[in-house]
């Protein structure tokens, strides 16, 4: 089991920034990548960003693209998400998710462990 803790969240005017951070806990030695996803109600989970334990390859919807930066220590076994000049259409809550399987790293039924979330609110 892999335990996820989120952190980060809040209230920001738009085009403000905010850290979310993500740490992992457990057997984390099976991760093969971690990401970010998101979920506005009323719509499905999204994917927002991802990258590998080595971190070698990082990914990024189009949506954030320029705007978000995804970033890991594995020493504390933490990925974190660097969110800048933020949208209101970036409302959501944000789940941090475990990949132990390489592919389909955009796809949130491929991720083996979640966090519980957390919010974010860009204000017009």
């Known amino acids: 089991q892999v335990q996820l803790v989120e952190l980060g969240g809040g209230l920001v005017q738009a085009g403000g920034s905010l850290r979310l951070s993500c740490a992992a806990s457990g057997r984390t030695f099976t991760t093969y990548a971690m990401g970010w996803f998101r979920q506005a109600p009323g719509k499905e989970r999204e994917f927002v960003s991802a990258?590998?334990?080595?971190?070698?390859?990082?990914y990024y919807a189009d949506s954030v693209k320029g705007r978000f930066t995804i970033s890991r220590d594995t020493a504390k076994n933490t990925v974190y998400l660097q969110m800048n000049s933020l949208k209101p259409e970036d409302t959501a809550t944000y789940y941090c998710g475990v990949k132990t399987r390489p592919l389909r790293i955009m796809e949130p039924r491929e991720y083996d462990y979640w966090g519980q979330g957390t919010q974010v609110t860009v204000s017009s």
């Open positions: 990258i590998t334990w080595s971190g070698f390859t990082t």
